[in-house]
């Protein structure tokens, strides 16, 4: 099993950064990749940013690209999503997820078996 504590939301101005973390604890030596998604009031949970373990591959949805940095620090098995130039749209809870295994896309919910509590970041206009 694998536990994910994320962290770092918060009220931010428009053009404003916040950074969130995600600790792992668990088996964290099988995660083949790590996710954060969003969820807005009212919408379905939508896929921000994923990074592999392994080979460190990124992806990012369209929305975010140019604004959000996914990394991960394999000394402490954290994952980081730094976001900047922040927009009231971005406004959402924020979940990290995590994947043992290579099967399906990286931007289905539904292949994170492993999920975080959330972690809100607001956006004021």
């Known amino acids: 099993q694998v536990q994910l504590v994320e962290s770092g939301g918060g009220l931010v101005q428009a053009g404003g950064s916040l950074r969130l973390a995600c600790v792992p604890s668990?088996?964290?030596?099988?995660?083949?990749?790590m996710a954060w998604f969003r969820q807005a009031p009212g919408k379905e949970r939508e896929f921000v940013s994923a990074v592999t373990s392994n080979e460190g591959a990124t992806q990012y949805t369209d929305a975010v690209k140019g604004r959000f940095t996914i990394s991960k620090d394999n000394v402490k098995d954290t994952v980081y999503l730094q976001m900047t130039s922040l927009k009231p749209e971005d406004t959402a809870v924020y979940y990290c997820?995590?994947?043992?295994?290579?099967?399906?896309?990286?931007?289905?919910?539904?292949?994170?078996?492993?999920w975080g509590q959330g972690t809100q970041v607001t956006v004021s206009s």
């Open positions: 997820a995590a994947n043992l295994l290579n099967v399906g896309n990286y931007y289905s919910p539904r292949n994170y078996p492993y």
């Open positions: 668990g088996r964290t030596v099988r995660i083949y990749r």
